[in-house]
């Protein structure tokens, strides 16, 4: 990767846009495989027009050591068997933080470190803060998509084998007033 040279990011708060913009990633739910508990409404959901769960899009900052890469996850409003839509969740495999600023809906910071779980409700202006070592997913708790921007070192890497093989620990349900956590 050649050297990037200083450049300016027009950040749009109220639409959640970057520009200039990098690589548009998509999820649909086929790609979340082995993630929500209940494998056959999952299989239902992918059979049945296998929609969008949400797409993070980049600026030109590559993810490579040294670098600081920023991108702007929006996580489509849903549930599967109850389970609230969410982000496939990854381990930075060489142990460094991040931060997530929420911009739009209500969402939650959801963090396993192996053994303890941590929850932070994320609505527009927080800051969650993810500390190396920590796992992380961002589950969207409301009827609005939800977005948020995310900032985290470009040799981070993302381990996503970690979560499939050790869990999140909880997980976040719909109920009548909004959401709750459940033992995994
Ligand atoms: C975020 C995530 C983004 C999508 O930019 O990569 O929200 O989630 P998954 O990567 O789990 O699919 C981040 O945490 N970067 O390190
Ligand atoms: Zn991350």
Redesign the pocket.
Known sequence: TPPISPFAIQFDAEAATLTPEGPTLT?RMSALDGLFKDHDAWQQAVADGDPVV?S?QSTPVPEVDRELPQ?I?SIEAGTTAGEFWM????Q?PNHQG?IYLALHGTGGLLMFDGTETQWIDMVPGTIGYIPPGWA???VNVGADPYKFL?V?PGG?G?DYGWVLEHGMGKRAYAVTDGFELREF
């Open positions: 999820r949400y993070v991108s996850t982000t496939k969740g990854h930075h991040e992380h997913r961002s995310a985290y981070a993302h």
